[in-house]
T-cell receptor
Framework: GIQVEQSPPDLILQEGANSTLRCNFS?????LQWFHQNPWGQLINLFY???GTKQNGRLSATTVATERYSLLYISSSQTTDSGVYFC??????????FGIGTKLQVIP | DTAVSQTPKYLVTQMGNDKSIKCEQNLGHDTMYWYKQDSKKFLKIMFS???????INETVPNRFSPKSPDKAHLNLHINSLELGDSAVYFC??????????FGEGSWLTVV
């Protein structure tokens, strides 16, 4: 199956700082999504982005499918951004594989 | 209205018992999933159904049996619960390979 690597595994930011999270994957994908799991356990879809660039407020994501990576940018971080960020990919047959996540802590 | 709802949210039970977790989605999606999240936060797919048909069945003990009575429901029944089954179980749905929507999770503790 497709291997998904996320980096960094842990990240501590001062409120207001910017950050970049990375997701590398081992094979061609037709599905890539970014999720945020908040401290209460809720999993929220941030982006569906198998290729290209998307922006939503302070968050943006870019996937370069030919080079097998995706980046999630968080600008002007807030304490509510804390949690775990997951990258999930699929190469077909609807088997979506998740990375191990990046745990982000934003401190005031 | 909650898009993907699962019940119960918390479940504490003894080893050897049988339990079920129910899931319903009101998004009109054709695909539903069960994921297991362990104590290290690793999310692993267990089952996937498309239009009530099982399409993904990962290496899961046969004590776990999914049932999809219709496109909007995917229930998970677990027989002879073991300590290692303690985890958070997430139901999710999507339309084909598009955006996945997760339920709020069911925290299962086996004692």
């Amino acid at each position: 199956g497709i291997q998904v690597e996320q980096s960094p595994p842990d990240l501590i930011l001062q409120e207001g700082a910017n950050s970049t999270l990375r997701c590398n994957f081992s094979d061609s994908v037709n599905n890539l999504q970014w999720f945020h799991q908040n401290p209460w356990g809720q999993l929220i879809n941030l982006f569906y982005i198998p290729s290209g660039t998307k922006q939503n407020g302070r968050l943006s994501a870019t996937t370069v499918a030919t080079e097998r990576y995706s980046l999630l940018y968080i600008s002007s971080s807030q304490t509510t951004d804390s949690g775990v960020y997951f990258c999930a990919v699929a190469g077909g047959y609807q088997k979506v594989t998740f990375g191990i996540g990046t745990k982000l802590q934003v401190i005031p | 209205d909650t898009a993907v709802s699962q019940t119960p949210k918390y479940l504490v039970t003894q080893m050897g018992n049988d339990k079920s977790i129910k899931c319903e989605q009101n998004l009109g999606h054709d695909t539903m999933y069960w994921y297991k999240q362990d104590s290290k936060k690793f999310l692993k797919i267990m089952f996937s159904y498309n239009n009530k048909e099982l399409i993904i069945n990962e290496t899961v003990p046969n004590r776990f049996s999914p049932k999809s009575p219709d496109k909007a429901h995917l229930n998970l029944h677990i027989n002879s619960l073991e300590l290692g089954d303690s985890a958070v179980y997430f139901c999710a749905s999507s339309q084909g390979l598009n955006t996945i929507y997760f339920g709020e999770g069911s925290w299962l503790t086996v004692v």
